[in-house]
Structures are given as C-alpha cells and as structure tokens.
C-alpha cells in the first residue's frame, strides 16, 4: 500500500512536467487474464488487461520463487460460468500471465494472510529461495514466442525489502545489492551497514523458526524498454 501511494504521489508531482511518465516507464507493465470457454463448439476467450507496478505472488507451501511464479500463472477451473458467445453455463479456464514487462519488477511476496482456521491474520515466516539473475520467459505472453531473444527477459537482483516480525508488528529495512563489491548494504533506519554476499542472500531467504525475511524483491531489466 505505501509503494502505490508512494508512486502515486510521485505522479501526481511528475503530472505537469516533461517527466509525467517516469514511474510508468520504470515500474509500469501489465497481465494478460484469459476466460476460455471449454465448449468444444464454442472456444471464446475473452481478455482483460490490468496496469501494475508490482507482482504479487502467493508463497504459501511453497519454497523456491519459481515454484511462486508457476503458481501465479496456473490456469483456474471456474465452474459454471456463463459464456457470452454460445449462452451456456460451463467450466472456464482462468489463466493470468505478464504481458507488458517492466524495466523494473518488484516482486511482492504474501506474506502476511488471512487464516480461516483461526479466523485471523498471520505471517508466513516460509523460507523462499530465489537466485541473483532471474528470466521471466515463462511466465509472459511470449513464453512460446521464439523471435524474441532469450536475454530480452533477463533481469539482475538489485536488493530485497526485509520485513523482521508478525502480522500485527514489525519492522522494516532494505538490502541494497552492490554488484561489483558483491556485498549488500544494510539500510536500516540512520544506520547503513555492509553485510557479505551469503548473508545477506540468506537473510533474504529466512529461515524457518525466524520472523527476519524478505518481503519484496526488486529486480532490474538486464536490457532496458526504451
């Protein structure tokens, strides 16, 4: 909540400028949803796009951000759903992918969930690995697209978002990755703090049984949208 109020007060600063487009052009993209209708007969697909500034993926039962983005992209069996084109109630299929991709991603991990046992909002301390470089191929509109070079979806860590507690308290601080000293630097309120490379990484990570643990991922296009 506070990045997209953080960007839409930079917007709106930026709105009569020659700049007004300079958080779309560095945060911007958008999903692709698609609804096709499972009648054989029938077949229609109907599309809806939606604006972002970031990805939020579910990590519940999951360990690997990989694992996190195939779940973001899985198709969605909904049952009964009206077709407009042959007007039958019938099982859809939902699918959701990226379809314009950002010169930078930032990836939200939800972490904090509402639990239906207890009725009650907790934090999910699961420890979720991800990797330095990143390629989002797989989970756009052009995963099938072979015109398009491989390298076009690569994007390069630039830090994490750390989130130390639970759901009713806690506190945040960033790591800040320095690619050519490969160390983080720990910004932490005034402080800023130097943190080797598998600490930091691992910090990220978390580690069950600890509340310390990354909460958004910021990635930068290895080959910037003009």
């Keep these: 909540e506070f990045l997209l109020r953080f960007i839409e007060k930079v917007n709106e600063s930026l709105n009569n400028t020659k700049n007004k487009y300079l958080c779309e052009n560095i945060f911007g993209g958008n999903t692709l949803q698609q609804v096709k209708c499972t009648n054989p007969e029938c077949g229609n697909i109907s599309e809806r796009r939606d604006n972002i500034n970031y990805l939020s993926i579910e990590i519940k039962d999951k360990h690997k951000l990989k694992d996190c983005l195939d779940g973001f992209i899985a198709e969605e069996k909904i049952e009964d759903y009206h077709c407009e084109k042959c007007d039958k109630k019938i099982t859809h299929i939902k699918q959701v992918l990226i379809d314009q991709i950002p010169n930078i991603l930032i990836i939200h991990l939800q972490r904090f969930i ?13 420890p979720v690995i991800f990797e330095e470089t990143l390629n989002i191929k797989n989970y756009t509109v052009d995963r099938d697209n072979n015109s398009i070079p491989l390298e076009y979806f690569d994007y390069e860590l630039q830090g994490t978002l750390i989130h130390s507690g639970e759901h009713q308290y806690g506190h945040y601080y960033s790591l800040i990755y320095s690619k050519g000293e490969n160390i983080f630097y720990e910004f932490n309120d005034m402080n800023i703090t130097e943190i080797d490379y598998n600490t930091g990484m691992n910090l990220s990570f978390g580690q069950i049984g600890n509340s310390k643990n ?13």
């Design 214 to 226: 990354a909460y958004m991922l910021i990635y930068e296009k290895k080959n910037k949208n003009p």
């Design 114 to 126: 509402f639990d239906y046992n207890y009725f009650k909002m907790q934090k999910l301390n699961t």
